[in-house]
């Protein structure tokens, strides 16, 4: 996807691979993004992204990103998990999760109050093996700015989040850990 005057970023394929999550930008200033969640479906036949759609559940005025497609192994469910500073956060932003439903729409997006702090949090990523969510956050003790915390999914709450510590925090800013199966 491409557009003349927004920066695309920040993709997620749902695990069928048939969907993707992506952001549009727009360089509000020389020091502010503002970004919306979007979706396409993959053509099968040619592998390319059709009908891309803004998400309903941007807000104008305010960003939405890092979006990560995950499965709980749990119940089955596919969510797709984002960070934003938009209506309803602590401050900052926040992780939200909304489930995608078969159709490729979303469900009502809930924020993760659990995990969430006054400060910033981003760069979710849920790996379903140790129903665990990694993001990075300025709001809680770190090693410097931005650490990777993780909090895991037991009997449908988010438990209290562990800085991962070191080697992988360091004294800068830690983002988007991921885990490769």
Same mark, same amino acid.
């Given at each position: ?78 969510? *797709? =998990? !984002?960070?934003? +500073? #938009?209506?309803?956060?602590? &401050? %900052?932003f926040d992780i ?36 665990? *969510? =990694? !993001?990075?956050? +300025? #709001?809680?003790?770190?090693? &410097? %700015? ?36």
């Amino acid at each position: 996807i491409t557009h003349p005057k927004r920066h695309a970023a920040n993709l997620a394929f749902t695990p069928d691979k048939q969907r993707v999550f992506f952001t549009l930008c727009d360089y509000i200033s020389n020091t502010e993004i503002r970004c919306e969640l979007y979706t396409a479906s993959i053509d099968g036949a040619t592998a390319k992204w059709v009908d891309p759609t803004r998400l309903d559940i941007n807000t104008t005025g305010y960003s939405y990103n890092h979006p990560h497609v995950s499965k709980d192994l749990s119940s089955g469910q596919v969510y *797709l =998990y !984002f960070a934003s +500073n #938009g209506p309803g956060t602590m &401050g %900052g932003f926040d992780i939200w999760r909304a489930a995608v439903k078969t159709d490729g729409s979303l469900g009502t997006a809930e924020n993760l109050e659990q995990i969430n702090t006054d400060k910033d949090e981003l760069t979710p990523f849920f790996y379903p093996p140790n129903q665990a *969510l =990694y !993001f990075s956050t +300025n #709001g809680r003790f770190s090693f &410097g %700015g931005y650490d990777i915390y993780k909090s895991v999914w037991i009997d449908n709450e988010w438990q209290r989040p562990e800085n991962i510590g070191l080697p992988v925090n360091s004294s800068y800013n830690d983002l988007y850990y991921a885990i490769d199966a």
